[in-house]
Nanobody
């Protein structure tokens, strides 16, 4: 089994910062892309940022310049540093990882349990 455990959410005022962390554990061969998604009430889940094992990153336009995604491959962890938070960033944030259980397997997407981020105005 592969598990993703996310942490670091909370309540913050607009303009503040939060750092989310997500740790992957279990038995697997490799992790390619790791990312963060979010889902606000009444809206679909959307990509926030993602990062490959080589360090290439991709961001949603709304968070460019404010959020930074990083990862520690040795620890199988991904982070999301969120600065200059806005009320519209309020959502449940989910970490995601494309995991290859064995060298010959296709990657499968796994999801963390979600962590609430609330930004007050």
């Amino acid at each position: 089994q592969v598990q993703l455990a996310a942490s670091g959410g909370g309540l913050v005022q607009a303009g503040g910062s939060l750092r989310l962390s997500c740790a992957a554990s279990g038995s697997f061969f490799s992790i390619n892309i790791m990312g963060w998604y979010r889902q606000a009430p009444g809206k679909q889940r959307e990509l926030v940022a993602r990062i490959t094992s080589a360090g290439s990153t991709d961001y949603q336009d709304a968070v460019k310049g404010r959020f930074t995604i990083s990862r520690d491959n040795a620890k199988n962890m991904v982070y999301l540093q969120m600065n200059s938070l806005k009320p519209e960033d309020t959502a449940v944030y989910y970490c995601n990882a494309d995991v290859r259980r064995r060298s010959f397997n296709r990657p499968i997407a796994y999801w963390g349990q979600g962590t609430q981020v609330t930004v007050s105005s």
